[in-house]
């Protein structure tokens, strides 16, 4: 079992950056492929970024490819989605998500076996 809880949400301007934080319970964190999503109003939960547990491999969707970053520290227990350049768009409830080491990194949110409760975050024009 893991327990997933996000913070850093918050409302900010377009043009600035956050920074996402997802504390995570257990000792077999580093083990786990972990993964961002967001659900905007009225919209799927779509795929943001993801990062292998060993930190070697991240994938990120097309939208946010160059202005996001995954990362994780292992010895934390903590994965990370540094947001810049942050558009209006990018306006959603973002959820941390963790699957225990998949054989392909999944993509989709169906391959996620655990979630954290979210964090919202607002960019206004």
């Known amino acids: 079992q893991v327990q997933l809880v996000e913070s850093g949400g918050g409302l900010v301007q377009a043009g600035d950056s956050l920074r996402l934080s997802c504390a995570a319970s257990?000792?077999?964190?580093?083990?786990?492929?972990m993964a961002w999503f967001r659900r905007a109003p009225g919209k799927e939960r779509e795929f943001v970024a993801a990062i292998s547990w060993r930190g070697g491999t991240t994938y990120y969707a097309d939208s946010v490819k160059g202005r996001f970053t995954i990362s994780r520290d292992n010895a934390k227990n903590t994965v990370y989605l540094q947001m810049n350049s942050l558009k209006p768009g990018d306006t959603a409830v973002y959820y941390c998500?963790?699957?225990?080491?998949?054989?392909?990194?999944?993509?989709?949110?169906?391959?996620?076996?655990?979630w954290g409760q979210g964090t919202q975050v607002t960019v206004s024009s």
């Open positions: 998500a963790a699957v225990r080491a998949p054989t392909v990194m999944p993509r989709g949110p169906t391959g996620y076996d655990y």
């Open positions: 257990g000792r077999t964190f580093s083990l786990y492929t």
